[in-house]
């Protein structure tokens, strides 16, 4: 039987379906097949929904240009990766990343929820149950299904914008068909309108509950929505989002901003050493800044270096050269192994050894803050930025430089805090696909890498993953 790659290991995580139909008139003896709505809820909280596993195959971190690399990262790749060559050719902007025989965690992980997401809402429309209780589900489901489609298009569809419109971005799959094998990409802009209209026609039936990280509520939902529209460059359609998720978010007892003040009262405000940062730390899936969890644990530069290796990753000197001495943050990034020893650069280990692929707080803010800065509301975008500023930085020191003059140089600023918030995790690679066009981005390139005495510059058309050959070879349609 012809294998199809996008569902191949769907099939086995999901046990729990109604669209899966069996030629008995009865459940298959030892399988539980969905019928009710509190079945279909228990659906969502899978450990695979919230847990990524992208491990090394994670290639938005190696193809993020605030790190550094030396000869020896490339040997501590070598012997503890199992995709050395892969993460070597990231990290040097080359056009083919993916070995031949290789699979791609990053586009099987998104549609094996994307099935999963599928079989909850052809379930629901059958499942017997509370009305208002499904139609939250139902909502739910459409919602992550979308935002699946959004995640997988970061890495392997080009940014939206005018340019790209008509060129070719992914399928869009909405059934839950496991004998499918043709699935047709659609543009870009079909794309992402499919995106924003299943998401803006959900948003408003999510359930209004705190309980996040997990499971999509109504503020996860439109927080979600407001960074779709973000990275589509659609500042004002993102902040009417935004400002909803904000105000939803405001004295909310599960999901609030860490307080490093306090917690590094402890600490004299000092550099914390790798073993200390073990417990300082949370996972994702505790972290109270996580509103919507969607971890992948991978192999970082924190475990080399604490069992004094050489790292496989170090930020460059002027990224850490953002931090001031009252940023609380840069007592989370080590310059120093388990032994005391100095490293040749600092190492963001404050990120652990878990990025959060789904969306936290702190995201929130600041593109609240850089939606507001670019439709000119610069005090409004001040105040936020303080906010949470006030929660990273020591006392009097919280405020806005004197230096930030205009709209210009704020949005910058914006950017400059989104890379103190997120050095070192990936993050920084959404940034340039989403900025690769904009004028007050220009100043920032080239976009490269160093790698011992070599240096590599990343293209536009490197702002995407071309598709592995183990995928296309099954799926012929989707050559791009």
């Given at each position: 039987?012809?294998?199809?790659?996008?569902y191949?290991?769907a099939?086995?995580?999901?046990?729990?379906?109604?669209?899966?139909?069996?030629?008995?008139?009865?459940?298959?003896?030892?399988n539980?097949?969905?019928?009710?709505?509190?079945?279909?809820?228990?659906?969502?909280?899978?450990?695979?929904?919230?847990?990524?596993?992208?491990?090394?195959?994670?290639?938005?971190?190696?193809?993020s240009?605030?790190?550094?690399?030396?000869?020896?990262?490339?040997?501590?790749?070598?012997?503890?990766?199992?995709?050395?060559?892969?993460?070597?050719?990231?990290?040097?902007?080359?056009d083919?990343?993916?070995?031949?025989d290789?699979?791609?965690?990053?586009?099987?992980?998104?549609?094996?929820?994307?099935?999963?997401?599928?079989?909850?809402?052809?379930?629901?429309?059958?499942?017997?149950?509370?009305?208002?209780?499904?139609?939250?589900?139902?909502?739910?489901?459409?919602?992550?299904?979308?935002?699946?489609?959004?995640?997988?298009?970061?890495?392997?569809?080009?940014?939206?914008?005018?340019?790209?419109?008509?060129?070719?971005?992914?399928?869009?799959?909405?059934?839950?068909?496991?004998?499918?094998?043709?699935?047709?990409?659609?543009?870009?802009k079909?794309?992402?309108?499919?995106?924003?209209?299943?998401?803006?026609?959900?948003?408003?039936?999510?359930?209004?509950?705190?309980?996040?990280?997990?499971?999509?509520?109504?503020?996860?939902?439109?927080?979600?929505?407001?960074?779709?529209?973000?990275?589509?460059?659609?500042?004002?359609?993102a902040?009417?989002?935004?400002?909803?998720?904000?105000?939803?978010?405001?004295d909310?007892?599960?999901?609030?901003?860490?307080?490093?003040?306090?917690?590094?009262?402890?600490?004299?405000?000092?550099?914390?050493?790798?073993?200390?940062?073990?417990?300082?730390?949370?996972?994702?899936?505790r972290?109270?800044?996580?509103?919507?969890?969607?971890?992948?644990?991978?192999?970082?530069?924190?475990?080399?270096?604490?069992?004094?290796?050489?790292?496989t990753?170090?930020?460059?000197?002027?990224?850490?050269?953002?931090?001031?001495?009252?940023?609380?943050?840069?007592?989370?990034?080590?310059?120093?192994?388990a032994?005391?020893?100095?490293?040749?650069?600092?190492?963001?280990t404050?990120?652990?050894?878990?990025?959060?692929?789904g969306?936290?707080?702190?995201?929130?803010?600041?593109?609240?803050?850089?939606?507001?800065?670019?439709?000119?509301?610069?005090?409004?975008?001040?105040?936020?930025?303080?906010?949470?500023?006030?929660?990273?930085?020591?006392?009097?020191?919280?405020?806005?430089?004197?230096?930030?003059?205009?709209r210009?140089?704020?949005?910058?600023?914006?950017?400059?805090?989104?890379?103190?918030?997120?050095?070192?995790?990936?993050?920084?690679?959404?940034?340039?696909?989403?900025?690769?066009?904009?004028?007050?981005?220009?100043?920032?390139?080239?976009?490269?890498?160093t790698?011992?005495?070599?240096?590599?510059?990343?293209?536009?058309?490197?702002?995407?993953?071309?598709?592995?050959?183990?995928?296309?070879?099954?799926?012929?349609?989707?050559?791009?």
């Amino acid at each position: 039987m012809k294998k199809n790659i996008l569902y191949g290991l769907a099939i086995c995580c999901l046990t729990l379906s109604a669209s899966c139909n069996s030629f008995l008139d009865e459940a298959p003896r030892g399988n539980a097949i969905a019928q009710t709505v509190d079945d279909y809820d228990a659906m969502f909280d899978g450990s695979q929904n919230f847990n990524m596993m992208l491990g090394e195959q994670y290639y938005a971190l190696w193809k993020s240009d605030d790190l550094i690399f030396t000869d020896g990262c490339l040997n501590t790749i070598a012997m503890s990766s199992s995709f050395p060559t892969s993460v070597q050719a990231a990290i040097e902007y080359a056009d083919k990343i993916y070995r031949d025989d290789e699979s791609t965690n990053e586009f099987d992980k998104c549609y094996n929820q994307i099935y999963m997401y599928n079989s909850i809402v052809a379930g629901l429309k059958s499942a017997s149950g509370d009305a208002d209780k499904k139609k939250h589900l139902l909502a739910e489901a459409r919602v992550c299904r979308a935002y699946m489609h959004f995640l997988v298009a970061q890495w392997y569809a080009a940014p939206y914008n005018e340019k790209n419109a008509n060129e070719t971005a992914l399928p869009i799959i909405t059934e839950a068909n496991t004998q499918a094998t043709e699935f047709t990409p659609v543009s870009v802009k079909e794309y992402y309108d499919w995106i924003v209209s299943e998401m803006e026609s959900a948003c408003p039936d999510l359930e209004e509950r705190t309980e996040h990280r997990m499971r999509c509520y109504k503020p996860t939902g439109y927080a979600l929505l407001g960074k779709v529209y973000f990275y589509m460059n659609q500042y004002d359609k993102a902040l009417v989002c935004l400002q909803n998720a904000y105000k939803l978010l405001q004295d909310d007892p599960n999901v609030y901003l860490t307080d490093h003040i306090s917690k590094q009262n402890s600490f004299g405000y000092q550099e914390l050493s790798m073993s200390q940062l073990l417990g300082y730390i949370p996972y994702p899936y505790r972290d109270n800044e996580v509103l919507f969890c969607k971890c992948s644990a991978g192999m970082r530069q924190y475990y080399p270096a604490y069992y004094s290796m050489e790292a496989t990753d170090y930020l460059k000197p002027e990224i850490y050269d953002l931090y001031d001495t009252h940023d609380l943050r840069r007592n989370l990034i080590c310059t120093k192994n388990a032994k005391g020893v100095a490293l040749v650069y600092p190492t963001a280990t404050f990120v652990g050894a878990m990025t959060n692929l789904g969306i936290t707080l702190p995201e929130v803010y600041l593109m609240l803050a850089e939606c507001e800065a670019r439709i000119g509301s610069e005090k409004t975008a001040k105040d936020v930025l303080v906010s949470l500023r006030s929660t990273r930085i020591l006392s009097g020191s919280e405020g806005i430089p004197f230096t930030v003059t205009d709209r210009n140089s704020l949005i910058r600023f914006c950017l400059d805090e989104e890379e103190r918030e997120f050095a070192g995790t990936g993050f920084r690679f959404y940034t340039v696909r989403r900025l690769w066009n904009d004028p007050i981005f220009q100043a920032q390139k080239p976009i490269t890498h160093t790698v011992g005495n070599k240096t590599y510059t990343m293209t536009e058309s490197q702002l995407k993953c071309p598709l592995p050959k183990t995928v296309l070879i099954y799926n012929p349609n989707m050559q791009q």
